[in-house]
């Protein structure tokens, strides 16, 4: 790899490998979703922005897809809509986005001769674990709108690499948390409601389980798959093998910022009940045998992290408590 595009560069993982990238010496070029205001999204902050090539456009938009990765060897395809809740309320949006957005990515990089193709997952395609650890194996089943066109979005791109032999890799993170990440995930949710001062914390569902991921072993396990020849035409999942309930998760939290808070159930934030993904267990065995990577971050020293990222005043501002971000 010499000169990689990353879609969805402005977004929390986007901006944490548009970093990585550039720490290893690659010249970066950065796709963000054009708007008026002219905002590079997370990029604005980045101590590295002068080293990135940041391209406005829009991951609908084939000409804008084209046009960001001419001259690239890789592409790291990160933009997409993520909101679970919000897919309920709009899934054509996911469709464009998700599905026409990675088709443009894989039809691009088909044209352009691209030697590296790496596809962004999530855990979310697999539903509820129907066996632990999940491994590449396991059934996909869309339980939402959401994780619905990722499965299609990761089909698309398997059919790319078997019917055209583009060199296709399916990254599949579990759930990755830490600076930047959006109110939409359960972590930030927790840390600005009690940085905030709020002693009844608001959450939904507390008996699912999930699999955390540091956002750093997140992005060292992107770039591990896109320099590993091993990985090409396969799914990868990143995942730490271990599992925590969320109310097991908010309590840790809440011990480490304010033990005298307590756990509010709020209705308005549950999934319907056939949507919900009840538990999430990685395998982590595929990647460390094909690319050697591990995790670095235990839970408590992510968390650790991350809770100081938001204690910062100028980023806590940035994450309103009184509204409920679907």
């Known amino acids: 790899m010499k000169k990689v595009l990353i879609t969805g560069a402005g977004g929390f993982i986007g901006s944490h490998l548009a970093e990585l990238c550039v720490r290893k010496d ?25 080293k990135i090539n940041i391209i406005s456009g829009d991951i609908r938009d084939y000409d804008s897809v084209y046009s960001a990765l001419s001259g690239c060897d890789t592409v790291f395809h990160l933009a997409a809509l993520i909101g679970i809740p919000y897919s309920y309320i709009t899934p054509l949006a996911y469709l464009k986005t998700n599905i026409e957005g990675t088709y443009n990515v894989l039809e691009a990089s088909k044209g352009l001769g691209l030697k590296n193709v790496i596809i962004t997952s999530t855990s979310e395609t697999y539903g509820t674990a129907q066996y632990v650890p999940i491994d590449e194996r ?14 299609s979005a990761d089909q698309l791109a398997l059919s790319y690499y078997c019917s055209f032999d583009l060199p296709v890799k399916v990254v599949r993170p579990f759930n990755t948390y830490g600076p930047r990440q959006s109110t939409r995930a359960i972590i930030p949710t927790i840390i600005t409601q009690l940085l905030s001062g709020k002693k009844k914390i608001k959450l939904g569902a507390l008996h699912p389980t999930r699999d955390l991921v540091f956002v750093k072993d997140t992005v060292e396990g992107f770039l591990k798959i896109a320099r590993s020849g091993k990985t090409t035409g396969k799914i990868i999942n990143i995942a730490t093998q271990t599992e925590i309930s969320i109310g097991d998760l908010a309590k840790k939290i809440i011990d480490m910022i304010d033990p005298e808070a307590e756990i509010i ?23 460390k045998k094909l690319t050697g990577w591990k995790p670095r971050y235990s839970l408590d020293k992510g968390l650790k992290e991350t809770v100081e990222w938001f204690k910062n005043g100028k980023n806590l501002r940035l994450y309103p408590t009184d509204i409920y971000n679907v």
């Open 26 to 50: 690659y010249k970066v070029n950065a796709l963000v979703r054009y708007n008026s205001n002219n905002s590079r999204g997370w990029l604005e902050g980045v101590k590295c922005k002068n």
């Open 138 to 151: 396991h059934p996909m089943v869309g339980q939402s709108p959401y994780s619905a066109t990722k499965i």
């Open 265 to 287: 159930a709020d209705r308005t934030r549950l999934r319907p009940g056939k949507s919900e993904v009840e538990r999430l267990l990685g395998s982590n065995e595929e990647i």
